[in-house]
């Protein structure tokens, strides 16, 4: 779709580029959630009709498409690297759960798997660049860049109570002494559950320890 003519190679000149188009659609998303992304709704916020949208997306899937690669344009992959492959990455994965919070609709659009855009292969770029140093092969390099993206998802669904509250006890009230002996221990251990930003941290930190630094990494 990035490579296509903007328009078409025929008619008027384009009113509109598909990076406002793209604007357009994560502001409906932003304030609407996904469902709220029509052609319509979408060419009604650009003032234009919505057949015109025609002229640059072929289809809703395209214009997720574009939606995904605008708001991955957000991540900071213009900085310089300062630490080593680890903490970089970590750092990444820290933006990249920033950016599924202010927009909650990622989750849904990208796990869609459709196509990758500039910006999408930029994110790929900057992460393979950042583990340029390591001597592990590249399929667990990529493994890693998939499992980020994965954790990042899995903690991007915990809603801002669930953040503060790793495992909520009303969850278990129904626990009993006789029949659950570790799981009544387990909640009544005093020991303070790790601060949720500590808590992403490590489990980033192992996956990629795991995958790039263990002697078996392809």
Same mark, same amino acid.
């Given at each position: 779709?990035?490579?296509?003519?903007?328009?078409?190679?025929?008619?008027?000149?384009?009113?509109?580029?598909?990076?406002?188009?793209?604007?357009?659609?994560?502001?409906?998303? %932003?304030?609407?959630?996904?469902?709220?992304?029509?052609?319509?709704?979408?060419?009604?916020?650009?003032?234009?009709?919505?057949?015109?949208?025609?002229?640059?997306?072929?289809?809703?899937?395209?214009?997720? %498409?574009?939606?995904?690669?605008?708001?991955?344009?957000?991540?900071?992959? %213009?900085?310089?690297?300062?630490?080593?492959?680890?903490?970089?990455?970590?750092?990444?994965?820290?933006?990249?759960?920033?950016?599924?919070?202010?927009?909650?609709?990622?989750?849904?659009?990208?796990?869609?798997?459709?196509?990758?855009?500039?910006?999408?292969?930029?994110?790929?770029?900057?992460?393979?660049?950042?583990?340029?140093?390591?001597?592990?092969?590249?399929?667990?390099?990529?493994?890693?860049?998939?499992?980020?993206?994965?954790?990042?998802?899995?903690?991007?669904?915990?809603?801002?109570?669930?953040?503060?509250?790793?495992?909520?006890?009303?969850?278990?009230?129904?626990?009993?002494?006789?029949?659950?002996?570790?799981?009544?221990?387990?909640?009544?251990?005093?020991?303070?559950?790790?601060?949720?930003?500590?808590?992403?941290?490590?489990?980033?930190?192992?996956?990629?320890? %795991?995958?790039?630094?263990?002697?078996?990494?392809?």
């Amino acid at each position: 779709m990035w490579t296509r003519p903007h328009g078409g190679a025929r008619g008027p000149r384009p009113e509109h580029t598909r990076s406002d188009i793209a604007t357009a659609a994560v502001d409906l998303a %932003d304030s609407g959630g996904l469902s709220a992304v029509t052609m319509r709704a979408v060419a009604r916020g650009l003032g234009s009709a919505a057949a015109s949208l025609y002229r640059y997306v072929t289809s809703r899937n395209d214009l997720l %498409d574009l939606m995904v690669d605008a708001a991955l344009a957000e991540l900071p992959l %213009d900085r310089k690297p300062e630490g080593g492959p680890l903490d970089e990455l970590v750092l990444l994965a820290r933006h990249q759960l920033a950016l599924y919070r202010r927009h909650p609709w990622l989750l849904e659009a990208a796990a869609r798997g459709g196509a990758l855009g500039p910006n999408a292969m930029n994110y790929f770029e900057y992460c393979l660049r950042i583990m340029a140093p390591l001597t592990c092969g590249t399929p667990a390099k990529l493994e890693a860049v998939a499992m980020i993206t994965g954790v990042v998802s899995l903690f991007a669904r915990l809603s801002p109570d669930q953040a503060r509250e790793a495992t909520p006890a009303h969850l278990f009230r129904g626990a009993d002494p006789q029949a659950h002996p570790h799981l009544v221990a387990a909640l009544g251990d005093p020991t303070p559950p790790a601060p949720r930003v500590e808590l992403f941290d490590r489990t980033v930190r192992s996956i990629l320890r %795991d995958l790039l630094l263990s002697t078996g990494s392809r």
